[in-house]
């Protein structure tokens, strides 16, 4: 495996801390003295395990402590309709259950209001809102979406949003040439064959999301390369813990090496056709049908 293979399967990404600037803070009254009951109110009797997601990944919340627990907590209760649209959340009531500080109630309040997920208002509060505002598009709610009651249809969604945008991608890379881009597949490929000799699905995992997402980045179409985040949350979400198999499927690889070949040859025509070949194949993968209406 190449130096640069390796180093891009083991250096740790960095992420935005999140963090309210100045005079955010008070967008979220936070009571001095205890909670006062509030009619429709949510209900914090049943608490869901904190951190029952396990190791999947959380893009916007995971690896800050109690900000991204109470984040991840928060947004789960959300999606799976544990908390529902139009509930009033109470800041000191949510610190009081969960047990955390006014800062950190805060500044994930904020974190799931930018995420569409809630809303505040002077004089209202802070309030769910309904599906129709959520950003649908954010690694964390896909995740959530696909991880709870709405697995299914979260998954479908997002295997028709993969064949839209991956086999275009693929025709478009094609055309740019760049061998250093080149490189760095064909190094994903090697993981990937790797990976399989070893039985790793986590490094195939993860390689396989690189790949795609890298492909995308490079089509030459910024609208296409905001959406390569999307395609790595689906690979991660789809089927089961991690690919849905208890091997990789050793015959998208040849697809893989395929797209790679194609690149170097700037056949898009080509490129295009392995990657619908590809997406056919995966193990987390089907071919969209048409639905009824």
Not at 208 to 229: K, P
């Amino acid at each position: 495996m190449s130096t640069l293979a390796h180093t891009m399967m083991t250096a740790a990404r960095s992420a935005d801390s999140g963090l309210a600037g100045a005079g955010e803070l008070d967008r979220y009254p936070y009571a001095e003295g205890p909670a006062v009951d509030r009619a429709g109110a949510p209900a914090w009797e049943a608490e869901p395990e904190l951190g029952r997601v396990g190791a999947r990944r959380a893009a916007g919340s995971r690896g800050r402590g109690l900000h991204g627990q109470l984040v991840q907590q928060l947004g789960q209760m959300i999606v799976s309709g544990d908390l529902g649209a139009d509930r009033p959340l109470v800041p000191e009531e949510i610190g009081q259950r969960f047990e955390v500080s006014r800062t950190v109630v805060r500044e994930s309040l904020r974190v799931l209001e930018a995420k569409g997920l809630v809303s505040a208002r002077p004089n209202v509060g802070t309030r769910v809102r309904p599906v129709s505002d959520w950003n649908l598009l954010d690694p964390d709610i896909i995740e959530w979406r696909a991880f709870g009651p709405q697995r299914d249809n979260q998954r479908r969604e997002l295997t028709e949003l993969r064949w839209t945008i991956e086999p275009l991608a693929a025709r478009l890379a094609a055309g740019h040439g760049r061998e250093d881009v080149q490189q760095r597949l064909a190094d994903m490929v090697e993981i990937m064959n790797h990976s399989v000799a070893q039985g790793d699905v986590l490094t195939f995992s993860r390689a396989d999301a690189e790949f795609h997402s890298l492909l995308i980045q490079v089509a030459g179409n910024r609208m296409l390369e905001h959406l390569s985040g999307i395609v790595s949350s689906a690979l991660q979400v789809s089927g089961g813990p991690i690919t849905g198999c208890d091997r990789p499927n050793e015959t998208s690889l040849t697809h893989h090496a395929r797209i790679v070949d194609a690149l170097a040859q700037a056949d898009g025509a080509a490129a295009e056709t392995a990657m619908r070949q590809l997406l056919t194949v995966h193990p987390d993968t089907v071919v969209p049908a048409p639905r009824e209406h």
